[in-house]
């Protein structure tokens, strides 16, 4: 019997070395990962060539995936208005404001939360959507918490687009007096009724989610 112009016999010594590899290296796996090989401590820096292919393979990944169709009117000062709100409450803990820095906490992460007015010309604004909405695994970057509410994404979006030409006093004045940095048309943002959790698969939980799944904001 042949196999591509092969006896069988004579393919018989690199199929045993092919499985002896496959299973010596499924070995290796395991026992790397029963062992602890890789240390994920947060107090250990993430290696160049480590920190390399985690970046780059999210770069990518988002640039596959970021929508084609992205709204005209993200130059809209009603939209960037609304988007600082959210900005402030909920992104500035970890990814800083222009001419500040980032919370001690989140320097303290692996990987590191972005300086956003640093890098967020490095995006499009498909790109910012998507990261926005979808977050990023094995990172603190959260998804968006429910569906249905893309315009609030993109009002973020039209809102850190700025980032980068804002001084920290304009920045500010965000927090300070949000009534006089907004326009009239731009309502202040108002908590309604909490909607429906997205259902996060979580499995087997150790405790009730009603423990831990807080129902009032939490800024």
């Not at 990172?139 to 850190?160: H, L, Y």
């Not at 048309?185 to 979580?202: E, H, K, S, V």
């Amino acid at each position: 019997m042949k196999i591509f112009g092969y006896s069988l016999k004579s393919l018989i010594p690199g199929i045993v070395a092919a499985a002896v590899l496959g299973v010596a290296g499924a070995s290796a796996i395991f026992a790397f990962v029963i062992l602890g090989g890789l240390n994920l401590a947060a107090t250990w820096p993430d290696p160049k060539p480590v920190y390399w292919v985690l970046h780059n393979t999210f770069t990518n990944s988002v640039a596959w995936r970021a929508p084609d169709e992205v709204p005209v009117d993200l130059d809209d000062p009603g939209r960037i208005a609304l988007g600082a709100q959210q900005y402030v409450n909920s992104c500035a803990k970890c990814h800083g404001g222009p001419e500040l820095g980032q919370n001690p906490l989140a320097l303290a992460m692996r990987p590191r939360p972005q300086h956003l007015p640093s890098v967020v010309d490095q995006f499009t604004d498909a790109e910012l959507f998507y990261i926005l909405k979808s977050g990023v695994r094995m990172s603190a970057m959260p998804s968006w918490p429910t569906e249905d509410r893309d315009d609030e994404i993109w009002n973020v979006v039209a809102f850190i687009r700025n980032l980068p030409d804002m001084s920290a006093q304009s920045y500010l004045a965000l927090l300070e007096d949000r009534e006089l940095a907004m326009p009239e048309r731009a309502a202040a943002i108002t908590y309604g009724a909490p909607g429906p959790r997205l259902d996060n698969d979580l499995g087997a939980e150790r405790y009730p989610a009603d423990e831990y799944a807080y129902s009032s904001p939490a800024t």
